[in-house]
């Protein structure tokens, strides 16, 4: 649904975001790629893999669907991203620091509208900033 536009062009619309919403990711997922999951996570350290085949597919201008129970207890989202069938293993960063390696698959695949299970835990102050797949 995108068109080639040159250099000055300013675009199109891909998704239409409500106040105070904002873009964390952006993945590729081709059609052959069936068993793939999408794993989110919170700045207070809560994490979940979801399958990607509960994602519903929008045209550009779309709303999007939920990804996941976030409040008080969870923060807001800070990482997104479809693993590589190769990858094994995430590092998550902290913003004091701290980091913290785990294997993917030690995270749960739970549906897409949960709040996730804790991966990591802060002291006083800290909050997760990014997660890397290895």
């Known amino acids: 649904q995108l068109r080639d536009m040159g ?6 619309r891909g998704m239409r975001l409500k106040s105070g919403d904002e873009i964390i990711g952006c993945e590729v ?3 052959e790629r069936k068993d793939a999951e999408v794993f989110v996570a919170s ?7 979801s399958k990607a ?21 969870t923060g807001p989202l800070v990482a997104a991203c479809v693993p590589d069938p190769a990858a094994e293993e995430f590092i998550a960063i902290s913003a ?3 980091t913290l390696r785990s294997h993917i698959k030690e995270i749960p695949t739970l549906k ?10 802060f002291e006083s102050g800290d909050r ?7």
């Open 96 to 98: 004091k620091g701290k």
């Open 43 to 49: 700045t207070l350290g809560f994490g979940k893999r």
């Open 128 to 134: 997760l900033t990014n997660i890397a797949l290895l």
């Open 112 to 121: 897409r509208a949960t709040r996730g299970v804790r991966i990591m835990r």
């Open 7 to 12: 250099r000055q062009a300013q675009g199109v």
């Open 53 to 73: 085949s509960e994602f519903k597919a929008q045209s550009r201008g779309g709303s999007g669907v939920k990804t996941m129970n976030v409040g008080e207890s």
């Open 29 to 31: 997922i081709g059609k």
